[in-house]
């Protein structure tokens, strides 16, 4: 089934502990993103990436580290996890990342807790 | 700054029109998108716009001004199923996407 898939769906983490947020898609789309969705705010970035081997900084990358080995897998790693991480954290990909007619394609979402 | 305007949250009944209003203020700008978001799942793509004037797409329709910097999003015929929220972003100078905070749609028989 073509489209974007998030692993977990859900989690509650103890703060300070390591994870691991899980995107893969398989439509061989060049850039994919990392966003958060908070009650009453807008997503937000947290990175973004235009092609495989190449990473960049969205609005709130802080706390947060991704890598790009391939077109397919975008991982998103919190090194110590905080309360403030708590959020809703959706993965999403497009054709170029370089084009204002790219439409972004989401994941159904990780619901992450940190206690 | 960059800043995305929408309201919090509107009220609608099955079967009227209802009219999203969104306002934008952006560092360059390169297109303007709309995305639905029903509780509890991801957003999905509605409609995009970038020149001026009126997109229609079956009973929703998106318009705009980019002067003004704004944009409407209109649905016809509301349906239950049009309860969820709506989602006005606007792709940047460097086509990054700039997302207002949503309106919450709610619909009533």
């Known amino acids: 089934i073509a489209g974007i898939t998030q692993a977990p769906t859900s989690q509650i983490l103890a703060a300070g502990r390591r994870m691991t947020l899980r995107c893969t898609q398989d439509?061989?789309?060049?850039?994919m993103y990392w966003y958060r969705q908070d009650l009453g705010l807008g997503l937000r970035l947290i990175h973004y990436?235009?092609?495989?081997?190449?990473?960049g900084k969205g609005e709130v990358p802080d706390g947060y580290s991704v890598s790009r080995a391939n077109t397919d897998d975008f991982p998103l790693t919190l090194a110590s996890a905080v309360p403030s991480q708590t959020s809703v954290y959706f993965c999403?990909?497009?054709?170029?990342?370089?084009?204002?007619?790219?439409?972004?394609?989401f994941g159904p979402g990780t619901r992450l807790t940190v206690l | 700054g960059q800043n995305i305007d929408q309201p919090t949250e509107m009220t609608a009944t099955e079967g009227a029109i209802v009219q999203i209003n969104c306002t934008y203020q952006?560092?360059?700008?390169?297109?303007l998108f709309w995305y639905q978001q029903h509780a509890g799942e991801a957003p999905t793509f509605l409609s995009y716009?970038?020149l001026d004037g009126l997109e229609e797409k079956g009973r929703f329709s998106s318009f705009l001004s980019r002067s003004k910097g704004y944009s409407y999003l209109l649905l016809k015929e509301l349906q239950m199923k049009d309860s969820a929220s709506y989602l006005c972003a606007v792709a940047d100078s460097n086509y990054q996407l700039i997302w207002g905070a949503g309106t919450k749609l709610i619909i009533k028989p």
């Open positions: 999403a990909s497009s054709e170029t990342g370089t084009s204002g007619t790219d439409t972004q394609y």
């Open positions: 439509m061989r789309h060049n850039a």
């Open positions: 990436s235009n092609t495989a081997g190449t990473t």
């Open positions: 716009n970038v």
């Open positions: 952006t560092s360059g700008f390169n297109g």
